[in-house]
């Protein structure tokens, strides 16, 4: 019907004058360049009005070639009824009064193509399609084409040969055949002519000789330069030699003893012939796929991919693309048809690739069948920079982030892969929202690999990423990831950590990041360690970056004047955390040795309230210590500790004067948090200090500071200040504190300070020691025993 139909729309358009009929669907454009003076045909190129669709428009002027108007009215009816692959294809004419126009497929002529993409497949295959066309003609029609030569003969834009040149196509047993009338009257005709035919005998015209021999000149031709003279046919030139001797057959001047055009085709197409190579037997198959078994097809399909980048470009996208595409829209061919198609897609521009291949990759994209997302998702980088980026993400993307949650461990890994080559052409939105998310997710996965790969993925993603995404996602996400069982996972996210180092704010750096790298520096697999030490160098150099861009201090500068609350000189700022930490315990120590009396207390006397020393500034005190007197003071019995061995008395050697060191080896903390601060002795006094606590226990014995210590006696209980009897029970709430002899000056610093809890123990202990040798005094004395 669609050939009737067409017939009829031809015939009615059959009017007008001087230009196709208004209701021709077909605009007529320039002439092709460097047209064919052979043909009697002017090529135009043209448009189909309805789509802006190329087509090819063949034009004759009958009113400056009325001798040649019987051709091309044979010519216009032969392609109306000829329906052959191998010939033009016919879409559309008109005929009238003064031209004929004949609407084809885009085509160029064949002289044209030869001169300026000449290609050995692409003529081998033109030639095998021409003697195709020719062999159809002679034998399956039992007509003669008469005028087979290079102008009569186009290529498509595939690259193909199409025979047209139709104006002497007619059947050798009409009593009037055109070809004996007019074909003298085609231009330069003789020159492809047979020896019979230039003698005028036509009487071997039924047997198919004279189309043998002008597909001789055809094939020199198509190797060589025009010809001159038929002599020139005596010379193969540049003809191929494998197709010489099948050539040398078709110029046997006698009709009768020359070779046939089906004898070239069976020479060319048996085992090693010609005809025999893989671009041949590719083409052969897709025009024939339709009726291939589907094993045939498998292996047809697997075997392309590697042969596709040998084939000529305009050949694969037009030819070969289209087929693939076709049989890709039916879920045919799988993964190894998907793979040519994209080694196709590469080699075409970003507006030919979004025409032809993305319509069927998105719908691709959206099938269950895993063999092709693999193989998609495998090949991404190929073909994603080629698509815009609005598509990109608003339709592909929301396909393959069903992969992050697919049960195929392998389509979830290659999803995370894919992330990085999405990730350019992905909006922030989605990159900081569902992306991030996703890896997330992937960095839990069950599969080590998987967990690897997306704690990679987050380390190369930095650039994408925003600061607050890198604070409150990715930060957390990779030091729990340093926990991880599996090595190479943790390495990983060691590379993410240093990779992302300058992403991260100073508190996350030294507080989170630094000391999590720090914790897998000793772990056992030596991957890790490596990676470890490498990214605590970077962490560091970045914290070393941050830190040479802070001032010296952050405390507000203040008067010089001097008081309580007086802030350490700039000098002794600069002397570090050990100076901070003397110059804050050395405050009581000094003044404790300044202020307190050593007169000895006489036995059973009343206690003397101590007198509280005074804080007059905060300033490190200096820690020279001065050589101690030679008189010994007895501490008196009611604030004499008691103990189980005697104390050794001082060496009397001083320390090295100024090293700020001194007896710091047999001194500890107790020493100073045994003493009253100034807020606790001195009434309104508002300073307090951490090294200032006062404790009401008895003191622990002090056997340095450069001074002798005094001899142990018994006396009775301690009182209070106000003479009352220390108990067991009442003694951690009497607030007695026991003075003993110190000197003024002591070498204080370096003091590291002991547990409050300790101390407590220590000092209940002596307490208790002290009162039960008070008890076997009242006995009878020292060590006696009751009666």
Request: proline fraction near 7%; charged fraction near 20%; glycine fraction near 6%.
């Amino acid at each position: 019907m669609a050939y009737f139909s067409g017939l009829v729309r031809s015939t009615l358009s059959t009017v007008g004058f001087g230009g196709p009929a208004p209701g021709f669907p077909y605009h007529v454009g320039e002439p092709v360049a460097d047209q064919d003076d052979q043909a009697i045909w002017t090529l135009h190129k043209g448009t189909k009005r309805e789509d802006q669709s190329e087509v090819s428009i063949f034009v004759f002027n009958s009113a400056q070639h009325r001798e040649l108007l019987p051709l091309a009215k044979n010519a216009y009816k032969r392609f109306r009824t000829i329906r052959h692959p191998n010939f033009l294809t016919f879409l559309d004419g008109v005929e009238n009064a003064d031209t004929i126009y004949i609407v084809t497929n885009p085509v160029l002529p064949l002289r044209q193509h030869l001169r300026d993409h000449r290609d050995d497949q692409l003529t081998l295959w033109g030639l095998y399609k021409v003697a195709q066309a020719a062999k159809f003609l002679n034998d399956d029609c039992k007509l003669v084409h008469g005028n087979l030569r290079t102008a009569s003969v186009y290529v498509t834009l595939a690259g193909e040969w199409r025979l047209g040149g139709l104006e002497t196509l007619c059947s050798p047993t009409e009593p009037e055949a055109i070809i004996r009338t007019y074909h003298g009257l085609l231009p330069q005709i003789q020159t492809y002519a047979p020896p019979e035919v230039r003698d005028q005998n036509w009487a071997t015209l039924d047997n198919g000789s004279l189309d043998a021999w002008q597909l001789a000149t055809l094939i020199y031709e198509s190797y060589n330069q025009p010809l001159t003279s038929p002599d020139d046919l005596e010379q193969p030139g540049r003809i191929p030699v494998p197709l010489v001797r099948a050539y040398k057959q078709l110029i046997i001047p006698s009709p009768t003893a020359r070779g046939r055009v089906a004898q070239f085709l069976t020479t060319g197409t048996r085992s090693n012939g010609f005809f025999e190579n893989e671009f041949i037997h590719t083409n052969l198959f897709l025009e024939n796929m339709s009726i291939k078994e589907a094993e045939e097809k498998a292996e047809f399909f697997r075997q392309l991919g590697p042969h596709v980048d040998s084939f000529p470009i305009s050949f694969s996208v037009h030819k070969v693309l289209p087929e693939l595409l076709k049989t890709l829209e039916f879920a045919a061919g799988g993964p190894q048809v998907l793979q040519a198609v994209l080694k196709i897609g590469q080699r075409l521009d970003e507006d030919q690739f979004v025409t032809s291949i993305t319509p069927t990759l998105i719908r691709l994209f959206a099938l269950p069948d895993r063999a092709l997302r693999f193989c998609l998702l495998e090949h991404l980088g190929v073909y994603v920079t080629k698509i815009a980026d609005r598509t990109v993400n608003d339709v592909i993307y929301p396909h393959i982030a069903t992969g992050f949650v697919d049960a195929a461990p392998a389509i979830r890994e290659q999803t995370v892969k894919a992330v990085l080559v999405l990730a350019p052409k992905l909006s922030k939105s989605t990159l900081q929202g569902d992306v991030v998310n996703a890896l997330g997710r992937a960095a839990g996965d069950r599969e080590p690999g998987i967990r690897t790969n997306a704690l990679i993925c987050l380390g190369k993603l930095e650039n994408h990423l925003s600061n607050v995404t890198h604070r409150d996602l990715v930060g957390p996400l990779l030091v729990r990831s340093l926990r991880d069982p599996f090595p190479h996972a943790r390495s990983a996210a060691l590379m993410a950590v240093a990779a992302t180092s300058s992403r991260h704010e100073a508190k996350d750096l030294t507080g989170r990041l630094l000391p999590a790298a720090c914790s897998v520096l000793l772990d056992p697999e030596k991957v890790v360690r490596t990676q470890a030490l490498k990214t605590v160098q970077n962490l560091l150099a970045a914290v070393d970056k941050l830190a040479s861009a802070m001032p010296d201090t952050a405390q507000p500068k203040t008067g010089t004047d001097a008081g309580p609350d007086r802030v350490p000189s700039e000098g002794s700022l600069q002397e570090g955390w050990s100076g901070w930490a003397v110059s804050s315990l050395s405050r009581g120590l000094t003044a404790l040795g300044t202020n307190m009396t050593a007169a000895p207390l006489t036995p059973g006397a009343a206690q003397s309230t101590p007198t509280t020393p005074s804080l007059a500034s905060t300033a490190p005190v200096d820690v020279t210590e001065a050589k101690p007197a030679t008189t010994r003071k007895t501490i008196p019995p009611t604030a004499a500790v008691a103990t189980t061995t005697a104390m050794k008395a001082d060496d009397g050697d001083a320390d090295v004067v100024g090293d700020g060191w001194g007896a710091i080896d047999d001194f500890t903390v107790d020493d100073v948090s045994n003493r009253p601060s100034a807020a606790a002795a001195t009434p309104g006094s508002s300073h307090t200090s951490d090294w200032d606590t006062p404790v009401t226990s008895p003191r622990q014995p002090l056997a340095t500071f450069g001074a002798s210590a005094a001899p142990y006696q018994a006396g009775p209980a301690s009182t209070s200040n106000n003479g009352d009897s220390v108990k067991d029970d009442d003694f951690f709430s009497t607030g007695a504190f026991l003075p003993i002899t110190t000197p003024k000056t002591s070498s204080l610093s370096g003091i590291k300070p002991a547990s409050t809890l300790q101390q407590r123990r220590e000092e209940r202990k002596l307490k208790l020691q002290q009162h039960r040798e008070q008890k076997l005094k009242k006995g009878g004395g020292l060590g006696a025993k009751k009666a």
